[in-house]
Every structure is written in C-alpha cells, then in structure tokens.
C-alpha cells in the first residue's frame, strides 16, 4: 500500500452547514512548498513546512448544479441514459438520493437498526462551482490561518458520456486551483471522492425493503460501478486526461477517498449509500480488488505524467474502532452466530 509521507490522509465534509464555519481539518502532510502569496509549484524544491493546515470538500456536497431525471412514479428506467438530462452532470449519488424507490428502502431499512434515512439530492448544494463563491471560500480559508485547502474533481463533470471529456470543466478547475495558490494556498486533490457518472454506476432501483436490491435493467445497462474491472480501465482513462492538465498547479493528488469503510462498508454492506446494496459480502470481494488496482495503476499513471518532478499521491483511508455501546450485557449468541453464519456464507462464494 502506497501513502502520503508518513501520515494518514483524513479529510472530509458534512452533508450540511457552511464548509469552513463547519469543517476545518488538519491534514498533516509535510510539503516542499513555501508558503505565502508567491508561493512557488507544490512540487518546486524548498524547505519543508511542518504540515497543511486546512480544509476539505467534496465535489457532490458543495458544487451544486450536477442532477439526474427520475422516473417520477412511473416504470423505473432501464437505461443510464433516460437518468441524463442533456448538459447537466448525473452521477449514482444524485440519482440515488433523489430515486423515491431507493429513498423507499433506506427510509424503512434504516429505522429496523438505528434512526431513520431520509435521503435527498444535494441541488445547488453551496454553489461552489460559482468562481464567487470558491473566491470567497478561499479568502475566508486564509483569513482563518489556513495553508491548504483539499477539494474534489466531479468525474460526471469532466466525462458525461464514456470517452467524452468537457474541457470547458477540465479549465473550470484549472482557474479554480490557480485563484487556490494566488491566496497560498496548497491544492490537495482529490480524483474520486465517491460518485461516479452514471454511466459507470446507475444504482438498482428496487423499492422492496429488507432485501438487498436485486440488478435491474438500468443498473446492467451501467458498468455496474467497481464490481467491474472495466471501470478501472476507464478510471485511469480519466486520470490521464485530468492530470497533465492540471500538473502544473498540483504537487499532492489522492486517487480515492475511503474506499473501503466508506464505499464498501456503507455502499454495499449498510446499503445506505450507492449502490445501495445490503450484507453484499459477494459483490465486496469483486469490488475491492479493483479499488486496490485503481489507485496503483492511477499511482503509476500520475508518477509517469510528472515524469522527474517529485509528486506525492496516496489516497484517503478511514478506519474504525467499534466499541460496545452497553459493554456488561451479554451478546444474544444465537443471533450473533446467525449473522456470523450469514456473512461467512456471503464472503466465501
């Protein structure tokens, strides 16, 4: 496993709230970058600073502006492409949470263990694809003392169709990671934090709780998200387009955001996330593997474009310690055994 330096990598934002008044993380990365208005490439040779102090986005939970259709009552869609509206970006998170028959399932799957899930699409979430507003964000970043600010590339934005790149978005977060280091601020970022365009994952539709969804047409019609080797193939397509264009302004690059405790765990085990599949162990042993093969070969692809100019990549990992929250009752063998039974079954196929 490669990683940033000696340090872990956790950066994340809240589903609501203002980003900075909200969220001001600390990612300790050392650097060869002077810090300041004239600060030079995150990749140019100067001293060391200590670490980056900063702040962390996502691109589906501040952008804004990226949506899908749905079926609106009707048959679910058999196809990714009747989830498109022409010109606007549709990922699996957006047609996941704004899908009534998903919202359906989670609603009721997630009240039988905890509090209930009300899923809704972000919309216009902060609006951060608006330069005003990403200005503002920045100059309020170092009004706070910040050094680095982490952010996220929309994949849906910059391929909407397979093999289709807009480069009018590529040069959106071009200017956007040039108004970053007028202010001195560090760019950290991010190529996949999560979604995917719907083309790559259009999640099962199924309304039936308790179950986890079965396939359907739509989501066949898709790559069907990491299950998919085919996925990374188009993964490190969409790095190599990406990557050159933005070299120049970007010395630190994170392949994935947490793919396992995030994506896996809460996408396919919990199912309150795309694709929204419930106890999966199956389909957690197809998509692991290619995770793992996504960030290396994206790794290698980053290493090869920067050629002799140091660049750090890794990726964002999460962990988690479970502690019982009441430790002197004593388990339910029985139902823990079942479980037990149950996902050793899953993981073993």
Excluded at 89 to 111: L, M
Excluded at 323 to 336: C, D, E, G, H, Y
């Amino acid at each position: 496993m490669r990683k940033i330096g000696d340090h872990a990598v956790r950066g994340d934002m809240g589903h609501r709230g203002r980003r900075l008044a909200g969220l001001v993380a600390v990612l300790l990365i050392p650097v060869f970058q002077s810090i300041g208005p004239g600060a030079r490439p995150a990749h140019a040779d100067s001293p060391p600073a200590p670490f980056l102090w900063g702040a962390a986005t996502s691109s589906y939970q501040v952008e804004g502006g990226i949506r899908c259709a749905q079926p609106s009552g009707g048959p679910a869609f058999t196809s990714f492409m009747q989830a498109q509206i022409p010109g606007v970006p549709c990922n699996d998170f957006d047609f996941f949470n704004g899908n009534t028959g998903i919202q359906d399932r989670v609603r009721a799957n997630s009240k039988l263990v905890g509090p209930e899930i009300d899923l809704a699409p972000a919309g216009q979430a902060d609006n951060f694809w608006d330069p005003a507003v990403y200005r503002r964000d920045f100059d309020n970043a170092r009004m706070l003392g910040l050094n680095s600010f982490r952010i996220s590339l929309e994949w849906s934005r910059i391929e909407p169709q397979q093999g289709v790149f807009d480069q009018g978005a590529i040069n959106g977060y071009v200017q956007m990671l040039k108004e970053m280091r007028l202010r001195g601020l560090t760019p950290v970022v991010t190529l996949n934090h999560f979604t995917l365009p719907i083309w790559a994952l259009m999640p099962p539709q199924s309304r039936l709780p308790y179950l986890s969804p079965q396939p359907d047409p739509g989501f066949q019609s898709s790559l069907q998200g990491w299950e998919n080797p085919a996925l990374v193939d188009a993964f490190v397509d969409y790095v190599n387009h990406v990557v050159p264009a933005m070299k120049d302004q970007v010395g630190i690059w994170l392949t994935l955001n947490e793919p396992v405790l995030s994506q896996l765990v809460v996408g396919y085990f919990a199912g309150v996330w795309s694709p929204g599949f419930l106890l999966a162990g199956d389909r957690i042993k197809k998509a692991l593997p290619n995770l793992i093969s996504a960030h290396v070969r994206a790794y290698d692809a980053i290493k090869a474009i920067y050629g002799a100019t140091p660049v750090r990549v890794g990726f964002a990992h999460a962990m988690a310690a479970v502690v019982p929250a009441a430790p002197n009752i004593p388990p339910r063998r029985s139902q823990l055994r079942l479980l037990r039974q149950r996902l050793l079954r899953q993981c073993s196929r």
